[in-house]
């Protein structure tokens, strides 16, 4: 019987390195959508403080640090990144397992925003996008969400299947940003 081994959607792709900007796979235990029930989001947001020290994001922030993050992920929902949910939020929000839709890769490095500005529309400058923002947006053509989670690091997620189409796309805008600055 033919043994089956399981891989992480990054498996052979990453982690790579140009010019100083790292591109790395993150492999968090869980993934999970929070989306609260009509009329119960104060009560989420307290049970997933008690549960994992973090309230619900406000749109376009999130809450937590490495290991442990909620993520704004679209109206009315939040995604756990880390940690499997508490089933004690299951009172007050619908919970979604989402640990094997998507590939979370961190970006890293002097220059990493100018890679991301290759590759979205959004404004990344630090005055605007501060660590703790996120946002839903395009990524090159495909659908994601970008968070800062550092001065010069960035947490990016795609669907898996998209795993290739970002480490291709990445390398891409990493060098053409090293050509540019003559690296």
Same mark, same amino acid.
């Given at each position: 019987m033919t043994e089956l081994t399981a891989k992480t959607p990054g498996a052979g792709i990453f982690p790579f390195e140009i010019? !100083?900007? =790292?591109?790395?796979?993150?492999?968090?235990? @869980?993934? =999970?959508? /929070?989306?609260?029930?009509? *009329?119960?989001?104060?009560?989420?947001?307290l049970a997933l403080e008690a549960a994992h020290g973090m309230a619900l994001p406000?749109?376009?922030?999130? =809450?937590?640090k490495a290991g442990a993050r909620a993520l704004w992920f679209g109206r009315d929902t939040a995604?756990? /990144? !880390?940690p499997r949910a508490d089933a004690s939020l299951g009172r007050h929000a619908a919970l =979604? %397992?989402?640990? %094997?839709?998507? /590939?979370?890769? $961190?970006?890293?490095?002097?220059?990493?925003? %100018?890679?991301?500005?290759?590759?979205?529309?959004?404004?990344?400058?630090? *005055?605007?996008?501060?660590? *703790?923002h996120t946002a839903r947006s395009e990524l090159a053509h495909m659908a994601g969400s970008i968070t800062r989670v550092g001065p010069?690091?960035?947490?990016?997620?795609?669907?898996?299947s998209f795993a290739r189409t970002l480490?291709?796309?990445?390398d891409s805008a990493m060098? *053409?940003?090293?050509? $540019? @600055?003559g690296a």
């Open positions: 010019s !100083g900007i =790292t591109a790395r796979e993150e492999t968090p235990e @869980a993934m =999970t959508a /929070i989306a609260p029930y009509k *009329g119960r989001e104060a009560e989420a947001s406000a749109p376009g922030r999130s =809450t937590g995604l756990l /990144i !880390g =979604t %397992d989402q640990s %094997d839709a998507w /590939i979370v890769v $961190r970006l890293e490095g002097a220059g990493a925003r %100018d890679v991301l500005a290759r590759l979205t529309p959004l404004d990344l400058r630090e *005055g605007v996008f501060k660590r *703790g010069e690091a960035w947490q990016i997620m795609v669907f898996r480490a291709h796309d990445l060098r *053409g940003v090293a050509a $540019r @600055a």
